[in-house]
């Protein structure tokens, strides 16, 4: 079982930044690939950026690229979202997903490669 955690949503202006945070814990062995998705009201969820189980591999959807920043944040199974330059059309729930186990296929790009989810995380931009 792994759980994951987010944090690091709020209320930002249109060209701000932000960071999100997420940890995936539980009682498994060896690293996770790590995921942000979101999903904005009335619309399907989608993929933001991954970030591969050893640290070194990170994905990213098109409409972020050169915005957004996935890393490892301080400690292995965890993984941080910098967003920057931030549009009106950002605004979602973020949700950050963990890889199964053992699982160490690249690129993760859809809901079905990740085995876990966190509870979502609202980040709303205003213009």
């Known amino acids: 079982q792994v759980l994951v955690v987010e944090s690091g949503g709020g209320l930002v202006q249109a060209g701000d930044s932000l960071r999100l945070s997420c940890a995936a814990s539980g009682h498994f062995r060896g690293t996770l690939s790590m995921g942000w998705f979101r999903q904005a009201p009335g619309k399907e969820r989608e993929f933001v950026a991954a970030?591969?189980?050893?640290?070194?591999?990170?994905t990213y959807a098109d409409f972020v690229k050169g915005r957004f920043t996935i890393g490892r944040d301080n400690a292995e199974n965890t993984a941080y979202l910098r967003m920057g330059d931030l549009k009106p059309e950002d605004t979602a729930v973020y949700y950050c997903?963990?890889?199964?186990?053992?699982?160490?296929?690249?690129?993760?790009?859809?809901?079905?490669?990740?085995?876990?989810w966190g509870q979502g995380t609202q980040v709303t931009v205003s213009s």
């Open positions: 970030l591969g189980w050893n640290g070194g591999l990170t």
């Open positions: 997903a963990a890889s199964r186990p053992m699982d160490f296929g690249w690129p993760l790009t859809q809901k079905g490669d990740f085995g876990s």
